[in-house]
């Protein structure tokens, strides 16, 4: 019972060496599930990151419902900036959702393991939400670009329809396309002995490696692929907010200074998502330790961040939350009135 007793309160410490120990004496002739090694070993830091990731996605969630809910509910938000921040909110809290959840309750496990087809799931999943975001924030710095560089023509190009039209592309033809050209050769590999993931969640670069064959010409479709669709996104975003800035340097009023507000709190998103995933991405072929906590800056600190930077550093948001709060607190006042008069 002491025994019992002390492997409950205080859990094996699980090394790497062990995982690979273990797993080695069950090699199959196909792989069935993979194993995470995850980002730390020590069991009290595991369940300092598991409180820490829980609290964060918990934010994740219910600040970008709220962002959803305010653009949606307030007409003084109805304009295409504000549609294009909703989608980049819904967007966000479903990338957190992909790999998160299976996080969190991996600091609490032993084995981290996942099966061979949620492995998949998760690769499909990122890749087709991550690539929809890189085209949504080009759309976005669109949409700034026409709003800073070409306003009097702002609201004919930026139609309602175009602006459908656009989230509609970044959606299916470019994250739609971008997935299924890695995934259809992904599936397709042979998984015969290694499954052991130096990651959190499945990730292409890492779980390609653990195929059974020549992996140089998947490894530079990736390149093809991934990399330089996140290179090709940042370096449009660097060329649109250069030219915004230069045509915001000539001008000096109140609103150029309020549109510099908006493009700096797009920078910082645009630099934490697109600096790990070109580092990452780009070059599949080296696998680095840190690879790991960079996929975390996309995967949760980005969206965690969005939330804030979109919310804290934007004036009609933070006057639509003030209207909303006072005109909640004066229903709440009326209501409680009208009950004490008719008691």
């Known amino acids: ?10 859990p094996l410490q699980v090394k790497p060496e062990d995982i690979l120990n273990k797993m080695d004496g069950g090699n199959q002739s196909t792989v069935s599930e993979f194993v995470f090694l995850g980002l730390v070993h020590s069991w009290s830091m595991q369940v300092f990151l598991f409180m820490v990731f829980l609290i964060l996605y ?19 938000l109805h304009s295409p900036m504000y549609f294009f921040l909703a989608i980049l909110s819904f967007v966000d809290m479903w990338l957190s959702s992909v790999t998160t959840p299976k996080m969190i309750t991996d600091f609490l496990r032993e084995y981290k393991t996942i099966s061979f087809g949620g492995c998949m ?14 085209v949504l924030l080009v759309v976005m710095a669109y949409d700034r670009y026409v709003a800073i560089c070409k306003p009097l023509h702002y609201s004919s190009i930026m139609s309602l329809q175009r602006c459908i039209g ?7 033809v470019v994250g739609f396309i971008h997935t299924t050209s890695q995934m259809v050769f992904t599936v397709g590999l042979p998984f015969c002995g290694p499954n052991v993931v130096d990651s959190i969640f499945c990730d292409l670069p890492l779980v390609i490696k653990l195929a059974c064959t020549d992996t140089y010409n998947l490894e530079l479709l990736v390149i093809a692929d991934s990399g330089l669709l996140s290179l090709v996104c940042f370096i449009l975003l660097a060329i649109s907010y250069i030219i915004m800035f230069v045509t915001l340097w000539q001008r000096s009023s109140s609103a150029s ?22 580092f990452i991405y780009a070059f599949p072929f080296n696998s680095y330790s840190v690879d790991k906590f960079l996929s975390v800056f996309y995967s949760i600190i980005t969206p965690f961040l969005n939330p804030i930077i979109y919310t804290l550093r934007n ?9 909303l709060s006072n ?4 229903s709440c ?6 009950m004490l008069f008719y008691n």
């Open 121 to 134: 799931c998760q690769i499909l999943f990122v890749h087709l939400i991550a690539g929809s975001e890189m």
């Open 257 to 278: 200074s309020k549109a510099v507000s908006t493009l700096s709190a797009h920078i910082t998103v645009v630099t934490l998502f697109f600096g790990p995933a070109i």
């Open 327 to 330: 005109q909640y607190i004066g």
């Open 333 to 338: 006042l009326f209501l409680e009135k009208k």
């Open 1 to 10: 019972r002491p025994a019992l007793l002390t492997h409950i309160f205080y």
């Open 58 to 76: 918990l934010i994740i969630v219910s600040g970008n419902i709220v962002i959803l809910t305010l653009i949606v509910t307030d007409p003084h």
């Open 166 to 172: 656009l989230v509609l592309t970044s959606w299916t």
């Open 315 to 323: 004036q009609e948001m933070k006057a639509t939350i003030k209207r």
